[in-house]
T-cell receptor, first 110, second 115 residues
């Protein structure tokens, strides 16, 4: 069984702060990692993908990957109330199956 | 189409009835995935298609569940003799191909309620 672990939260941050979301995974051979955002009652929306060790930035979002530690994180800078959602970490196994964590609920307080 | 389309959006069915859920992937996407999400839970993998073939059916919960894909496009997930524990949101996703840098995009889901 391939495990993807996330803290369920909720993680509460004030508006304008940095939100840090973390994910660990069990399978060392996994090569591809993703962050999805899911608003309540909606389907997951892809926001970031990362394949190499280090940081990848896209606007206010930065994904960080450390394959040696089997750890991937998502930083959201200048958090906005509209960022309040559940963030799902996904790991691609064997190039054809996505395993998802149970998600971290983020609350950004105005 | 512009995105992954699923129908119906909502389905209420009586226990013991059969249901069919439809997924129309993004045009040109060869890979298609079905997931299930119970209330407040993560995504549970059900099945994946590459073209019309299903190399991995390992996530189907029981033999009451089946899925097919025709023409490398539309997929149907069928649940026979529905049970209350089948109540969940069924999500379909598609990706351009399988491989290292593939990305999957989800439809809006079908909310199934078995009463």
């Amino acid at each position: 069984q391939k495990e993807v672990e996330q803290n369920s939260g909720p993680l509460s941050v004030p508006e304008g702060a940095i939100a840090s979301l973390n994910c660990t995974y069990s399978d060392r051979v996994s090569q591809s990692f993703f962050w999805y955002r899911q608003y309540s009652g909606k389907s997951p929306e892809l926001i970031m993908s990362i394949y190499s060790n280090g940081d990848k930035e896209d606007g206010r979002f930065t994904a960080q990957l450390n394959k040696a530690s089997q750890y991937v994180s998502l930083l959201i800078r200048d958090s906005q109330p509209s960022d309040s959602a559940t963030y799902l970490c996904a790991v691609l196994y064997n190039f054809n199956k996505f395993y998802f964590g149970s998600g971290t609920k983020l609350n950004v307080k105005p | 189409g512009a995105g992954v389309s699923q129908s119906p959006s909502n389905k209420v069915t009586e226990k013991g009835k059969d249901v069919e859920l439809r997924c129309d992937p993004i045009s040109g996407h060869t890979a298609l995935y079905w997931y299930r999400q119970s209330l407040g839970q993560g995504l549970e993998f059900l099945i994946y298609f590459q073209g019309n073939s299903a190399p991995d059916k390992s996530g189907l919960p029981s033999d009451r569940f089946s899925a097919e894909r025709t023409g490398g496009s539309v997929s149907t997930l069928t649940i026979q003799r529905t049970q209350q524990e089948d109540s969940a949101v069924y999500l379909c996703a598609s990706s351009p191909q399988t491989g290292f840098n593939t990305e999957a995009f989800f439809g809006q889901g079908t909310r199934l309620t078995v009463v």
